[in-house]
């Protein structure tokens, strides 16, 4: 409550001193308790972070191009390669990244949902905006281990690096449970 007061407060004070009404987000930061939350928009980062991890761009460098059956190119480049065209280690690494891709894809809604949850509860700005951004980084890790790794001994990274994914939302879902809740008692 003490956050939206002094987000009130500032806004209001940036709208007396401005007649044109355009309100600078970064004095406001300095206003609000716990600094600015950019939570939200670091989101774009996650959904970034998503599309760049597809294998859309490379499988048009390597002449794979075709726009109307995009999500068939993997399958074209690995019927040439069966044809003696092309290099199998290639495919494979590229059936992995796009593995990883759709991991990406499927984590994405419930890690949104829950930093709009804890926002929605009112959990602090750099916790926030410090979970967006490890949640990001991790995803970077992923991806990189996913698309690299072929032995089964260092795919325990991998799988290490996916449960820190899962465990930024999980924590940031029940931090927001237990803020709201007490909230409620007040």
């Not at 984590?107 to 009112?122: D, K, L, R, Y």
Request: net charge positive; hydrophobic share 45%.
């Amino acid at each position: 409550m003490e956050v939206l007061v002094a987000l009130a407060a500032a806004v209001s004070a940036k709208i007396k001193d401005n007649t044109n009404m355009v309100i600078d987000n970064r004095s406001l930061a300095s206003s609000i308790p716990g600094g600015y939350n950019a939570s939200y928009e670091l989101l774009l980062l996650v959904f970034m972070q998503a599309m760049l991890s597809g294998t859309r761009l490379s499988t048009m460098s390597l002449g794979y191009g075709n726009n109307t059956a995009p999500r068939q190119e993997l399958d074209r480049m690995a019927q040439d390669v069966a044809e003696g065209k092309g290099d199998a280690r290639v495919v494979a690494k590229l059936q992995r990244r796009q593995a990883a891709h759709y991991n990406c894809i499927e984590g994405m809604g419930i890690f949104c949902a829950s930093v709009v949850a804890g926002n929605t509860a009112g959990l602090e700005a750099w916790y926030m905006n410090m979970i967006v951004c490890l949640y990001v980084l991790l995803r970077v890790i992923y991806v990189v281990l996913y698309t690299t790794t072929t032995n089964s001994k260092w795919s325990i990274l991998r799988s290490g690096t996916w449960i820190m994914c899962n465990a930024c939302w999980i924590v940031t879902v029940f931090r927001a449970g237990h803020l709201f809740n007490e909230n409620r008692r007040r």
